[in-house]
């Protein structure tokens, strides 16, 4: 309803009542406040130290992992969602999918290190996977696959089944129509799944801190750099590490929207 | 084999103890990985199996938890804390001792009771006969989990008071005005585990060079435990 | 040969097919049906898309019944051209080759009879409905079917383009001389295609002599409904 | 595609090589290494502390509450989605949406602190807003918003825009036909915002300590109550009311699911 | 009455309605066109769902131009019936009446002439495509619109259903006496319905004498694309 006259005329009941004020009292204005804590001596102090730096390279390596594996994932229950409705394993999967959201993120942490540490996997390396950047991947990743997975299911309900029809027809196993074809429907899908991901694996730190530890320069991430400031009572410097994850996501949004823009 | 340390730091040590850390591997040639976390967690970490050489608490109860549990080699009391009082800019004028504390409309935060600072902190009140009246005021508005959090509280202008430990105190640039001595809260003592099992003669030597090096907690607001 | 023996279906206790047998030879066969009397659900069992509950289908003799939709080898044609929107004309006609189906001759032959040499490069929501429909028949005869299902390919066009697509598509089918399943509910869409002729109400398929008899018995089936309202077996679930 | 050959034939190509093991070994598996770590003693201890029911009846109540709010402000998202697509505010909001997802929890509840907190809300109490009831359900609304956000974005794409332009044309505003027409139309969506913010609520702790004070038989709730008991160490303890919380979240699932059953 | 002057309307760069004009009486005035020529967006505009570029609309000598949808009591019929899918048939029908428009006692008389009382309790899902469009008819006169904007809303139907509706879909509309203005691609459907025709080619509007002058205008104007594929005019977007 691009530039239409019911835009023009009368948007302003409804959301200038509702939403409008509430949109900016609630998020926008606690980002703003947050934002306006920022000194210039611990922006200063922040952007100096080397680990920071270290930790926002493994920031952005592990959430970018995370979120590709989010995403693989994810197409694997897209698949399931097309192919598979009545199975077992698809009802299984389809009721676990959430529950990662629901577990509190210490107690995720400590799924991880129970089941991926030194006692069950202590023939990968001396403290099992924990402790390791595989670690904190497995825990960006363990909170962040629900939101790829609803994406993805969402996507795959507006997809045109008909050509997956004709593409069997021509040949194609389920496998192959599902990747040739409804795949690249799934574009847009992929995109929304992977963003989200990808900022929520920004802010994880429970998880990544139990399971992944919280070493800096080797295992530090963003989320845990900024709980070591808050311990040292350096404020500033955790409040301009935050304001960098929100830059990042911000920056993967931007991009991400343009390459849509682009391909469009 | 490179000759590796595994360090579990409750993470309120960090600043002194990457200064501990840096010197301990530049005299020794040791590669030492300080892993910094709350000591709860830590200690969550070190009882499910995780490596871990040589454990700093906050919480000197972790520590002799895990002697019940027969994984110690080694243990010793290291550092010596004290619960202080800290105001806010809004506290200044309302709070100047612990005793006004029991002034109507004052707005307090201790840690939860669950948490060392938290447990030392209502001891300490309970001892000095406040802690019932400052209830039954409902003076206590809020209960973070971590001392850090509290802190911030305070320095945010978010309550009026706060009861916390010195060393917080000090790397809040929080001035205490008042304290609580150890007839009240009981010792607070940050302590050392060596943990079976694990690299436990290096473990001892760092252990050792730890205590050597103990002026660098002292320049952060503990005190050495002897 | 397509030959479909006691076909049956049903969605859950509605009864969409019932009991269908039909042959078709080397020949156009027209199936006249109204809206939901179970049209496409015959084409999409017969594909392999779905499974039947009871029935047989046999394609040059060989039983297929029990085989997916890939190794039929049947071409099917839906009412939405339902092209591959992210690949070219060029792709989506060629698509039969990457599993190894159809002859790259074959295929410059069928764009010069469809005349869409001119729109090979284009994506297809690109190209007008006309153009669509010719790309998504196109795609389909590429790969040599043995037998096929066209399910109102025609049906989303306007008359005028109508007209001038059918006596093609006719003449393209015509000459690969293999067995044409061809549903629509255009009584002259069929008169102008078909070369033999059935109805379908309700599930039940029944020959006709002609396209115009076909109607007939269906115009019959639905004077009770415009008098008293929709009956329960007629309506959608 | 229910029944269909193509699932009875070829299912088992893509799955059993991919997402099968996957989810099973990243997903599940993690969440039944913890459970067995429940023991009785533990569990027995966790039923019977009164503050754990306490936090429990907290959870709920401001799980529902703040889920109730995000399917709120996500209407009010989903109405600038339909009718303002091209409009400035739903540009800004659009690109908003997803930050508090990426902010580490310690700082969003910093963030709402300084927004709600007596510096500027002053007048509402001695603590402002914080320290209350209401600020749990704030924290716990801030970081479960960009999911209902989604969910109700995702459900406007599907809708029929026509039998909007019908009601206006019958003398609907915009207001009134969203209410009375779109509004029904993104029922699943609603719900489905609905579900995955109340989980995500429950495992909320960082932001809610932060702002909500945590103040046992207040303003505790199951997360903050599990961290708590993992910094004492009772990790059994910890590990009960997680599972509680999954159990919750489950309960919410099928809950739902049986209501849109029934309805359909 | 209703009278449109100089309407214009694109879409980016794509000129979609080129200075069309067109005055309707108490008439049905049926405007042919192929798919893409603007015929839906001309209806949109006159609704005031969609804005114009350019141009005047008068209805009953009222400028309603700049009104939005709800202040100009047309009434818009869209293709696919687009029910209110949550409401019963009879709250679909009586939705006018929370905005206080329409009569309680028309609103049964439309009933009655359309015949849907056997169905007015049933959800639009459970309804066949004929009731469907009795239904979504119904729900647009109960407003009683000064002026009924109709786009093609049989064409989803069977020929046979066709058929039996149009009579009385013309039945209806000419008791009215309101302006009528009726898009089809369907030379039968504007025969059968329209008292006066215009054909739309790609955005422009001309008057003819008859639906068949109009159909053979509109075929003449696709020779070309027959013979060398879409023009780029003529692709959809
Ligand atoms: N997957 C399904 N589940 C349940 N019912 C279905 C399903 N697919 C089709 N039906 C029902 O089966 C009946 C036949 O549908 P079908 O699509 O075969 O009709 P059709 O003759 O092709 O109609 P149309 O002319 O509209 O394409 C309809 O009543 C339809 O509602
Ligand atoms: N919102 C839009 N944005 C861009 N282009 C549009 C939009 N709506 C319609 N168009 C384009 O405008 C042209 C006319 O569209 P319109 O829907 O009016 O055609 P129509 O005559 O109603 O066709 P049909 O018979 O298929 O309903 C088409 O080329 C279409 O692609
Ligand atoms: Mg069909
Ligand atoms: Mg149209």
Not at chain 1, 195 to 215: D, K
Request: with cysteine.
């Amino acid at each position: 309803m691009d530039g239409s006259l019911m835009n023009k005329i009368m948007n302003k009941d409804l959301i200038t009542i509702l939403f409008t004020p509430l949109l900016f009292l609630l998020i926008i204005y606690p980002i703003v406040a947050l934002l306006t804590n920022l000194e210039v001596p611990g922006v200063r102090e922040t952007l100096m130290d080397g680990l920071f730096w270290d930790s926002v390279k493994n920031t952005l390596l592990a959430a970018l992992v995370a979120a590709s594996l989010c995403v693989i994932l994810s197409i694997g229950f897209g698949y399931c969602h097309l192919f598979m409705r009545n199975s077992l394993l698809y009802k299984a999967a389809n009721l676990m999918n959430d529950l990662p959201i629901a577990l509190p993120h210490t107690v995720a942490g400590l799924a991880l290190l129970l089941a991926f540490g030194r006692t069950n996997f202590g023939f990968a390396g001396p403290t099992g996977l924990a402790f390791t950047m595989i670690a904190v991947v497995l825990a960006m990743f363990f909170v962040s696959y629900p939101l790829a997975a609803r994406a993805v299911a969402s996507g795959v309900d507006q997809m045109d089944l008909e050509s997956i029809a004709v593409a069997r027809t021509l040949g194609d196993t389920p496998t192959k129509a599902f990747l040739r074809i409804a795949l690249p429907a799934l574009r847009e899908a992929l995109f929304s799944g992977f963003v989200l991901s990808f900022a929520r694996s920004l802010s994880e730190f429970a998880a990544v801190i139990m399971f992944g530890g919280n070493v800096p320069g080797s295992t530090q991430v963003l989320a845990s750099y900024v709980f070591t400031k808050v311990e040292e009572g350096e404020v500033a410097m955790a409040v301009t590490a935050s304001g960098f994850c929100i830059f990042l996501s911000l920056i993967l949004v931007v991009l991400v929207g343009q390459g849509r823009r682009r391909r469009a | 084999e490179p000759v590796k340390l595994n360090l579990y730091v409750a993470a309120g040590l960090k600043k002194a103890m990457d200064v501990v850390v840096e010197k301990f591997i530049k005299e020794n040639g040791v590669e030492t990985y300080p892993n910094y976390g709350p000591s709860g967690g830590l200690y969550t970490q070190i009882i499910k199996g995780q490596p871990c050489d040589i454990y700093f608490s906050a919480d000197w109860d972790l520590i002799e938890k895990l002697e019940q549990k027969e994984m110690l080699a080694q243990k010793k009391k290291f550092l010596k804390d004290f619960i202080v009082l800290v105001v806010s800019k809004t506290g200044e004028n309302k709070v100047r001792s612990l005793n006004d504390l029991t002034k109507d409309g004052i707005v307090l935060s201790i840690a939860d009771p669950r948490a060392p600072v938290g447990r030392y902190a209502e001891k300490g009140l309970q001892n000095s006969g406040l802690f019932d009246t400052i209830v039954a005021k409902g003076n206590i508005k809020a209960k973070p989990s971590t001392v850090n959090q509290l802190a911030i509280l305070v320095q945010k202008d978010q309550v009026d008071a706060g009861l916390i430990f010195q060393s917080v105190a000090n790397m809040y640039g929080l001035p205490p005005i008042d304290s609580m001595g150890t007839d009240l809260t009981g010792e607070i003592v940050f302590g050392i585990g060596v943990i079976k099992g694990g690299n436990e003669a290096l473990a001892n030597k760092f252990m050792e060079f730890a205590v050597q090096n103990v002026a660098e907690f002292v320049s952060y607001g503990w005190q050495p435990y002897e | 040969m397509l030959k479909i023996a006691n076909l049956s279906k049903s969605f859950g206790t509605h009864k969409v097919i019932k009991n269908v047998s039909l042959t078709v030879g080397s020949e156009i066969r027209v199936v006249l049906g109204l809206n939901g009397c179970g049209k496409s659900t015959m084409l999409k069992i017969v594909a392999g898309i779905l499974a039947s509950d009871n029935g047989k289908i046999l394609i040059d003799k060989r039983d297929v019944t029990a085989l997916p939709p890939e190794d039929r080898h049947v071409g099917y044609v839906p009412q939405q051209a339902s092209l591959f929107k992210h690949l070219s004309v060029r792709e989506n006609i060629r698509y039969c080759l990457r599993n190894g189906r159809g002859a790259e001759a074959d295929i410059d032959q069928l764009v010069e009879m469809l005349k869409i040499e001119n729109v090979l490069d284009k994506k297809p929501e690109a190209l007008s409905g006309g153009f669509q429909s010719r790309v998504s028949l196109a795609r389909t005869l590429a790969s040599q079917p043995h037998v096929m299902l066209m399910d109102e390919p025609l049906s989303d066009l306007d008359l005028a383009i109508k007209e001038k697509l059918i006596p093609e598509f006719r003449k393209v089918l015509k000459k690969l001389g293999i067995p044409v399943l061809y549903v629509t509910h255009d009584l002259s869409e069929a008169q102008l295609l078909g070369d033999r002729f059935s109805c379908m109400i309700e599930g039940v398929l029944s020959d006709a002599d002609s396209a115009e008899k076909a109607f007939g018995l269906i115009r019959e089936s639905i004077s009770d409904y415009d008098l008293h309202g929709p009956a329960q077996h007629q309506l959608r679930n």
